[in-house]
């Protein structure tokens, strides 16, 4: 099956630095998500990417769709210590089909 | 803001048992997803569920597992016999075709002995 890359594993950070996470594919997808996870919660929608090349923000969020529609990255910035916590990439190839997780990103911020 | 539920929070089931878990999707999605995820591990697709069929299932999906939508509101997940490996936190997640992202549940804690 399709399988997604992300990276870096875990991050730490001092409060108010800026983050940038990454996945990678080695085949496409139409659908770019990301999602944070807290401990003992389900993933919760950051951001939905698209369309190849889309640039979305969402507060100090940023995500961008790549446009070999095979990569997307995450950026955080100014890190506040409430965005400590895990972030998955998922891909999805049409809306209504399964979404394929990256690994995950743990971040912990130090303030 | 709507979202998706899940019962119970935790489950602790004797190995070889039937165990099922529910969820209430948001109220007009039309998409039906499981997950699973094992501890420390990614998130991984069961199965997904639409217009009271499945319409995609994973290799984890087999014979043991089944789910079912019994109203206009639940949508639940059976695993027949359990095994231990079978420990894992289980996810709903909905989705509205309108090309919205899929929505997940705060999971359900599966814990065979």
């Known amino acids: 099956g399709q399988q997604l890359n992300q990276s870096p594993q875990s991050m730490f950070i001092q409060e108010g630095e800026d983050v940038s996470m990454n996945c990678t594919s080695s085949s496409i997808f139409n659908t770019w998500l990301w999602y944070k996870q807290d401990p003992g919660e389900g993933p919760v929608l950051l951001i939905a990417l698209y369309k190849a090349g889309e640039l979305t923000s969402n507060g100090r969020l940023t995500a961008q769709f790549g446009i070999t529609r095979k990569d997307s990255f995450l950026n955080i910035s100014a890190s506040i210590p409430s965005d400590v916590g895990i972030y998955f990439c998922a891909g999805q190839l049409d809306a209504g089909n399964m979404l394929t997780f990256g690994g995950g990103t743990r971040l912990m911020v130090k303030p | ?113």
């Open chain 2, 1 to 113: 803001e709507p979202e998706v539920t899940q019962t119970p929070s935790h489950q602790v089931t004797q190995m070889g048992q039937e165990v099922i878990l529910r969820c209430v999707p948001i109220s007009n999605h039309l998409y039906f997803y499981w997950y699973r995820q094992i501890l420390g591990q990614k998130v991984e697709f069961l199965v997904s569920f639409y217009n009271n069929e499945i319409s995609e299932k994973s290799e984890i999906f087999d014979d043991q597992f089944s789910v079912e939508r019994p109203d206009g509101s639940n949508f639940t997940l059976k695993i027949r016999s359990t095994k231990l490996e079978d420990s894992a936190m289980y996810f709903c997640a909905s989705s509205d075709r309108e090309l919205q992202p899929q929505h997940f549940g705060d999971g359900t804690r599966l814990s065979i002995l």
